[in-house]
């Protein structure tokens, strides 16, 4: 058995859109406390179908980029904190 | 009753039916793939799943083939399929299913290809889909769709969906064709009329503007509230949409104006239930009642003066869940929701009005009443509202006391909201319904934990000797600094304090306490026990904000 560490690694980009993130969803925790790697959806943090709708307006008012639904990009995109701050990073206009 | 139009599986299949990435997918070359597929299906009825549009008709034409039906429902938990699956013993299919279920996967459509094309006619009381209830007015409830029921319900919908050209208007949704409201718009308005729906990604705002630009103008969208917002919001670019449409979910008449406005289409409601299915539709921002579709009737029941039955061509006539007064025979006005009439104190309202009442506020996004339970009250059985909560999405922007200001106008005192919640948006499905498993889970979520442990002064108590000699009194002073250390409340305001009742040292007492939203608490403080159990000792309202 691993014991998780309390404190995640998470950059400074990953630290704002988590922040953002919780605010766009109104989950009930701490930003820092979301570790980067986890799951959004499903068994991780167990957002749904709309909490997308809502995540991906926050990224479009937040960082200009506009998300679609090409189906196995999006699975990636959303699967966690880290991959959605990658995207956004690699997206970025400017 | 009235001729039916063609019975066959598509009507006229020269046309486009699909509008794909790949380009046009006509008619014909659907029935090809669709008789393909019919082969490879035992003959059992199917749990359609399917969220591509194409896929989800193809399996639908394959199994009405076969002289079978398709079971469509919103509940994709795991058990409610196994359940379906039991029960009527058929087979899943649709995208990335667990593989506890019996379920059959979809070939690619290349490999779907048979010489048959056949566009049989299906006899009007062919049972072609078996759709269940989203559970919004109770326990989810299974309505059989028949063949010609469908058909002449499409060709009556056809002047709300393409009101200039009906062989050339192009559908496009946000919603689920396994759905009611989609399964009529995105799949079956297509089949029977000279409509085409575009098929493909449709969720973000992107998506659509994608969609829409890559498809046939003019175009229809077929939307809900939620994505409605989302589209207004992001600032969507949506050139050549010539109608939207929406559920009633309800849809704000704020969001309405400003969806017209930005993307210069009228934004039409669509009244309905899974039960009839849409049969009226009215525009949002107009004061107009809702216009029933040509065909249907609506009667009063004359057993039942709070209900009228819908009457539809080759359908089962189905009272509706809603109270609506008539004007005229063909227009109406929706009154309240049945099974929703709230009794507060004597005074009598429904939730639907309430509701109502709320969204008009200014800035508010969505909204809706409840009643106000504390974890004792959620104990019971079927616990009587006696206080109400209101849970609203809104801008930062939007107070409380804005809100609560506004509603007083429209809002009798005892209905008035206790407290106002703010969530990001209200769990609604995706259709836009809040259903009432959704909403309970709310109440509970946020139920009051009001009931404080008992407590009582003992004679000890520092405060107490050289008080009242001879007459030991709890002071007034204790008795709330005690109040406040339960509530856990760092008081800076006190707006009122009642003391009615004398407590002496080793009385045991409770204290209940509401919390109002705006960082005030209201709280009373009973004895337990003795000749006065039960004696308000004193009420009275605390916050932690000036």
Known sequence: ?94 | MPALPDLSLITTPGRPVFHTAAGPLCGTQLLSHAWALAERLPERPIINLHTNLVQFTLVFLAAMMKGQYCLLSSNHAVSQLMALQQAHGALCTGPSLPESLASLTLPPLAELTSSRQDNIQLPAGHEAAHVFTSGSTGQAKVHKKRWGELVARSHAALPLLAPSRPDGTTLLGTVPPYHMYGFETLILQSLHTPTATASGPCFFPGDVEKLLDSTPSPHTLITTPIHLRSLTTARARLPGLERIISASAPLPRELALEAEERFHAPVMEIYGATETGSIASRRTVSPDPWQLYDGLTLTADPTDDQTHICMAPHATPHPLNDVITMQGDRHFHLVDRKGDLLKIAGKRTSYGALNKALLQTDGLLDGCFAPLFSEEDLKEDQPEPTRLQAFIVAGTEVTTTAIMRALRQHVDPVFMPRRLVRLSRLPRNPVGKLTRQALEGLIRDHAEKRAHPPFSIPASHPALPGHFPGNPTVPGITLLERIFTLLELDVRTISTVKFLSVVRPGDPMQLLSSALGNGQIRFTLHHLSGPLKGTVILRGQAGSQP
């Open chain 1, 1 to 94: 058995m691993t014991t998780v560490s309390a404190s995640h690694d998470q950059t400074p980009l990953e630290r704002e859109l988590a922040a953002h993130l919780t605010e766009a969803v109104q989950l009930d925790m701490d930003p820092l406390d979301i570790d980067p790697e986890m799951p959004l959806f499903g068994e991780g943090l167990g957002l749904d179908s709309i909490d997308v709708l809502e995540i991906a307006l926050m990224v479009n008012t937040q960082y200009g980029i506009k998300l679609e639904s090409h189906d196995d990009d999006n699975r990636k995109i959303f699967h966690s904190l880290r991959s959605l701050a990658h995207h956004i990073s690699t997206h970025r206009p400017g």
